[in-house]
């Protein structure tokens, strides 16, 4: 039998073919509409967020840290300037792996661990694609040895920075200060904005009171980078504004010659020129050099600078508090003058101490003999204690307040540097605030010869040995003579008044200033020998301040007190006598009577300042590479 032949539904196949080519036309066509709606989105509607993402892959926007300004002394003399470095740079958000990554590099440059812990703690404060100091100061055998393995460390790279440094090292080291890598604690008081890309900040001293000048402006530039995170071009870039220059009041040269006087000795000298209350030198000893601490300080020589007990952190010129002892005696003498206490014009027998009526306690003069009758000129000639015990008990301790006040004691002289100490300058108000307790005659008579409750810092003496020297015109003491940048004009240094001490009687300041110069250059002179051989004349005033006190039956015997409990040795004075052009105070701890330690020290520093020549000036022209010629140094003088 043949098989039955299927007829083909040829209009039905065909509907059927169209229908589901219709169907998949409708899918196609809405696949495509999905896909341009989706194309639409991402092309147009989201346009701008994605080209921003793509951007940031692509683009970084990095901060460029300014040039900081550089200090000069008021010669020109460089006291801190940048050297270009190299440091090593890691970009986070360019690592994969930050351990691995360290440890690897490691092994091709050397990594110590305050180098790890620094920049372990500048990652958490950092930006991601902010580059962040890994070390600094590379050498050139440490950037060619980096420069053959760059390609194994991808957001890793060698950068030339510009670093503080400080060429004549310890040198002024309290008054010029140090930057030091921003801390934390900084950073919560500093403008994120303003330090982007900074990696230093004044720590201490000018570099820090003058921190928003030195520093300038920070910069940007928009670069475009690779998968590596690399640099290919800048697409954009406004240059930072650098820091301004300053200019000091201190003449280095004097500054190097008063440091070289001290020698050794732990101690303070404050030289201030009376004219315009310019700082001229600002010595506190023993110092340190400043530039241990500019790429961060190791633990260990930080913990024996802040162990020693020489104490070299501690700023003795701004922040030491001293009894001032007789250097006190010449403003009492002045108090009693212009106040118009008889005993100023009378005389005062002295048996080699002093007893207050009714009371068997004695109250010794220095020299055990006693200096017989004396008057006010002869009391501050010789020094002698028992003329001011009855003065000051004369005055009284709240005129002694009073008048003192006027020449800056108990008081910051408002100098632009940032922790002054005040040191005090006892008043029966101050006791009772201070120590609720009343104030008693007895520390009324030791107040007379600066011992007690009063302090005082070697900048306080200074300043007030100017106002001295100046009959009564009391200034800011200033340690910057200009700031600004290269090209601009200086603008003339204007001395700022703090107060005018009228004086009742012009013979008085007169009286008090020839006995001053006596002091120095009369025959009994306590600070005689410093006046030998003198071209020009010195006012001025020894003095001894008890580190403790002896009892009445003892004697003050140095050579079986230990080091540190000697007395201190001070001295104030002012030079040329008749037209002063520098006043100073100096205080030498531990250093015995003024006469034998810290006149001495004046002497020499008096001579570099007024003489004809300073060899410590051609020294510092050697040390300093030849920034200023010795005329331009010796120009201002």
């Not at 600002?282 to 241990?292: G, I, R």
Request: aromatic share 8%.
């Amino acid at each position: 039998m043949q098989p039955l032949t299927t007829l083909k539904d040829v209009p039905r196949e065909t509907r059927a073919f169209r229908a589901r080519l219709m169907v998949s036309a409708v899918v196609v066509l809405c696949l495509a509409l999905i896909l341009i709606a989706r194309l639409v989105k991402l092309q147009i509607i989201d346009y701008e967020h994605f080209r921003t993402l793509s951007d940031d892959n692509r683009i970084k926007v990095v901060p460029i840290a300014p040039t900081r300004g550089r200090i000069f002394d008021r010669n020109g003399v460089v006291l801190a300037e940048n050297i270009p470095t190299y440091s090593l740079e890691v970009v986070p958000e360019s690592v994969d792996d930050m351990d691995a990554m360290l440890a690897a590099l490691g092994k091709v440059i050397r990594l110590g661990k305050d180098d790890l812990v620094r920049f372990r703690r500048a990652l958490t404060r950092t930006r991601r694609f902010e580059s962040v100091p890994l070390r600094l100061r590379l050498s050139e055998e440490e950037v060619a040895r980096f420069a053959v393995n760059r390609q194994r460390f991808p957001g890793v790279d060698v950068q030339a920075r510009l670093t503080r440094s400080y060429p004549l090292g310890s040198l002024a080291a309290h008054l010029v200060g140090y930057v030091g890598r921003i801390s934390e604690a900084e950073l919560q008081r500093l403008d994120p904005a303003e330090y982007r890309g900074s990696t230093y900040v004044g720590k201490v001293g000018v570099e820090r009171s003058f921190e928003r000048e030195l520093h300038g402006t920070v910069g940007f530039q928009q670069v475009e980078t690779n998968a590596l995170g690399r640099t290919i071009r800048v697409i954009q870039r406004r240059d930072p504004v650098p820091g301004k220059d300053i200019y000091l009041t201190l003449d280095a040269g004097l500054q190097a010659a008063a440091e070289r006087a001290l020698g050794k000795a732990k101690g303070a000298l404050v030289a201030i020129d009376p004219v315009t209350g310019g700082v001229l030198a600002f010595v506190s000893l023993p110092a340190y050099d400043p530039n241990l601490f500019v790429d961060g300080i190791d633990r260990a020589s930080y913990a024996a600078l802040l162990g020693s007990p020489q104490r070299p952190l501690f700023n003795r010129a701004l922040n030491g508090q001293y009894p001032p002892g007789s250097t006190i005696k010449p403003f009492m003498g002045l108090a009693g003058l212009e106040d118009n206490v008889k005993k100023a014009r009378g005389t005062v027998w002295c048996p080699g101490w002093f007893r207050l009526p009714g009371r068997k306690h004695r109250y010794r003069d220095w020299k055990k003999g006693g200096h017989g009758r004396v008057n006010l000129h002869k009391a501050i000639v010789e020094s002698c204690d028992v003329y001011f015990y009855q003065l000051a008990l004369d005055l009284g301790i709240d005129r002694i307040h009073d008048f003192l006040a006027r020449f800056g004691f108990g008081q910051r002289t408002g100098i632009s540097l940032k922790g002054e100490s005040a040191g005090v300058l006892p008043s029966r108000a101050w006791k009772r605030a201070a120590r609720g307790q009343p104030w008693y005659p007895g520390e009324t008579v030791i107040t007379g010869i600066g011992q007690g409750y009063m302090l005082a810092t070697p900048l306080q003496l200074a300043s007030a040995t100017a106002t001295l020297a100046t009959g009564g015109r009391r200034l800011r003491p200033r340690v910057v003579r200009w700031r600004g940048r290269r090209g601009e004009s200086a603008v003339p240094m204007v001395a700022d008044v703090l107060d005018t001490i009228k004086p009742q009687r012009r013979e008085n300041w007169r009286e008090i200033a020839s006995a001053m110069v006596d002091v120095v250059h009369g025959r009994h002179g306590t600070a005689r020998r410093i006046g030998v051989g003198a071209s020009y004349r010195i006012a001025g005033k020894t003095g001894t301040a008890q580190v403790f006190t002896i009892a009445q039956d003892k004697k003050y015997r140095a050579s079986e007190i230990a080091a540190r409990l000697r007395d201190h040795g001070l001295f104030i004075s002012y030079a040329p006598a008749d037209a002063p052009r520098i006043a100073l105070a100096v205080v030498v701890e531990n250093g015995g009577g003024g006469s034998r330690s810290a006149a001495p020290v004046a002497r020499k520093v008096l001579d570099a300042y007024l003489g004809t020549g300073s060899p410590a000036r051609d020294t510092l022209m050697t040390r300093n590479g030849g920034t200023a010629s010795r005329s331009a140094v010796l120009a201002s003088r």
